[in-house]
């Protein structure tokens, strides 16, 4: 839309106006209610909205959490992160990768420690997964199938969804994992995308679009290809031999006060990480063991496989890969990306 | 100011002095004074911060970023696009209008009804009723998913209304007599429609294509499940813009923005001249 982004800054505006009128209301209102209810405000990327009903409502059966209210916003993790610039209120804030959480440390609103934590500051993490057609009829096995002539691939556009990029950067890096060079990665990189067959916006898109017929393949993360099914998608996925770890951010803002910290802690605690385990989400804590409706084998959810990539270890952190991969002129998948469009 | 031009009016009107056109009356005034500060603030202001922000570029950088070859490239697809669909447009949506006015069949109320439909539709639903049509899964056999054929389709469906909306009453306040009288002078049917009726439509028509055009290059929602947004062959300006804003890069952003801005502008003002010319040719 050519005017989006006054229209987006007026809708920010505008919601930030809300957010800001219900709270000037809501306050004397709560104070009169007797009990001395604290609001925590999330702020968090699309797919959490379903995963964060259990954890809201676990927390506030807890002691820390009784007295706690929420309010909640999803949206692309991108978008979710301007808002918060644009004055969106947020206690806590839970973004699908690390360059939306650096946005948010420019600017001060979260503190510069966050990644300080035994965590390192993330709070759920997934891999990427390789999601096909019911019965595989293609036969795909391995990262090499993806490139072969025929083979149509769905995967969101990494300009328009950062959370896309985790799918291209796990492309990329198995070719590494695997001992290729950098120039055996762009030229795997650049099969890809030949064979890509739609750049949806996001991920959500993505998978609408595969489920309406587009491609044979479509790359979405394991907890998303997990979600969908246990809601009632009728596809395959697999985890291949060499894939990235997805981690996903989260952090108190500056001015948050001692429950968001203590909603935070419970995301990380055991039993914060089961409730996101049974929505497909890898715990850390390998001693958690749930049912995990929609995986391939629900009792055992999470394979571990052969070698899985991490942004730190194999791809120089995101700050490094960022630049490196996605910088707008010079690159690598963004040079790779207009030159696909001109075969 | 305005109270006080509301307690000399009535003196005004009594000593019948001819006004200016300058002096407004205190409610006009106040009318004049609350259009324009809404005008502003909800177009003019933001209009300008595009602007602005766009020029933060300079001219070196704005250049760079509209001639970078993707972006090259989504703006000349969405702008031969949305002129392609518009010219659908006047012709389809004149047909159309000039069918629910003229002519009686069955089930023509519900089709006047269901016309507004597309632009109703929120437009990721529309998306999605295009992908479930036109996609890989059609009952109609029809798969144009993921090409040019998916953008043009999306655009015709979004923009269908404006030409027949802005038609319709036009053709139906026509006086059935002037075409009589034609007829009586000896004009004959094609005559009549080019002499008669479509100098007095035409007006109508070229603000139902400005609008249908400046939906068309703004459109996103409906077609980007369709479009499968490849670089350099579906990519529309607006995912450009979005590529952009996800990247940090607002001035770019802008900068795309504001060539569709000087796009839309420009059509609009050639609709413009083009009606006149056509308006005064049929007097």
Redesign the interface.
């Known amino acids: 839309?050519?005017?989006?982004?006054?229209v987006?800054?007026?809708a920010a505006a505008a919601l930030a106006a809300s957010v800001f009128a219900t709270s000037a209301c809501s306050d004397p209102a709560s104070g009169t209610g007797g009990g001395d209810k604290q609001q925590v405000s999330i702020v968090g990327f699309s797919i959490l909205k379903t995963a964060n009903k259990q954890l809201v409502a676990d927390f506030q059966k807890s002691d820390a959490g009784k007295d706690v209210e929420f309010s909640e916003s999803y949206g692309p993790s991108?978008d979710q992160a301007?808002a918060v610039i644009a004055g969106l209120k947020a206690d806590e804030v839970h973004l699908s990768l690390e360059p939306d959480m650096t946005?948010l440390t420019d600017e001060k609103l979260v503190a510069d420690d966050w990644k300080s934590g035994p965590n390192k500051g993330i709070v759920t993490q997934s891999v990427v997964s390789i999601v096909v057609r019911k019965g595989n009829p293609k036969n795909i096995k391995v990262w090499a199938d993806l490139i072969k002539p025929g083979v149509r691939i769905v995967t969101p556009?990494p300009?328009?969804?950062?959370s896309a990029k985790w799918n291209i950067l796990a492309a990329y890096g198995q070719v590494i994992a695997g001992g290729g060079s950098d120039a055996d990665a762009q030229d795997y990189l650049k099969k890809f995308l030949g064979n890509?067959?739609?750049?949806?916006?996001s991920a959500k898109?993505a998978t609408?679009?595969f489920e309406?017929?587009?491609g044979d393949v479509l790359l979405s993360y394991e907890n998303e290809a997990i979600q969908a099914r246990a809601a009632g998608a009728d596809f395959d996925y697999l985890i291949p031999d060499q894939t990235l770890l997805i981690q996903n951010p989260g952090a108190v803002t500056t001015d948050a006060g001692d429950a968001a910290k203590a909603f935070l802690d419970f995301q990380l605690s055991k039993e914060g990480q089961t409730d996101y385990a049974k929505q497909g989400f890898r715990p850390f804590d390998d001693s958690v063991k749930v049912d995990v409706p929609g995986a391939n084998d629900p009792a055992d959810a999470f394979p571990t496989p052969e070698t899985l990539l991490t942004i730190d270890k194999d791809l120089g952190g995101w700050g490094e890969a960022n630049t490196k991969y996605?910088d707008?002129k010079d690159g690598i998948v963004t040079k790779l990306?207009?030159a696909?469009?001109?075969s | 100011m305005a109270s006080v031009d509301i307690a000399t009016a009535p003196d005004a009107a009594r000593t019948r002095r001819p006004r200016t056109r300058r002096s407004l009356t205190g409610g006009s005034g106040l009318a004049l004074g609350v259009t324009m500060i809404w005008f502003s603030l909800l177009v003019l202001i933001p209009l300008t911060a595009v602007l602005i922000s766009a020029a933060g570029l300079g001219l070196g950088g704005f250049w760079e970023v509209v001639t970078q070859p993707q972006t090259a490239a989504a703006l000349r697809l969405t702008v031969v696009e949305s002129l392609m669909v518009t010219a659908l447009n006047v012709v389809m949506g004149t047909a159309l209008a000039w069918v629910l006015v003229r002519d009686r069949f069955w089930g023509k109320s519900l089709v006047d009804i269901v016309i507004d439909v597309p632009f109703a539709l929120p437009t990721i639903v529309a998306g999605l009723v295009l992908l479930s049509l036109y996609g890989p899964s059609s009952p109609l056999g029809v798969n144009v998913a993921n090409t040019r054929i998916a953008v043009f389709l999306a655009l015709a469906f979004v923009t269908l209304p404006f030409v027949v909306r802005t038609v319709q009453p036009v053709l139906e306040s026509l006086e059935l007599d002037v075409e009589e009288a034609a007829a009586s002078l000896g004009a004959g049917r094609f005559a009549a429609f080019r002499r008669v009726i479509l100098p007095s439509l035409i007006p109508a028509i070229a603000a139902g294509a400005a609008l249908s055009f400046a939906r068309g290059i703004s459109e996103y929602g409906s077609l980007v499940l369709l479009s499968g947004n490849l670089p350099a062959q579906t990519e529309v300006a607006s995912v450009r813009v979005l590529t952009f804003i996800e990247n940090g890069n607002r001035e770019a952003a802008s900068a795309v923005a504001a060539i569709m801005l000087l796009v839309a502008l420009l059509v609009i003002l050639v609709l413009d001249v083009i009606q006149r010319r056509l308006a005064r040719r049929g007097d």
């Open positions: 839309m050519s005017h989006k982004s006054p987006r800054l007026l991108g301007r946005k556009n300009g328009s969804s950062g890509v067959a739609a750049f949806p916006g898109d609408t679009t309406g017929g587009t996605f707008e990306i207009a696909s469009g001109k």
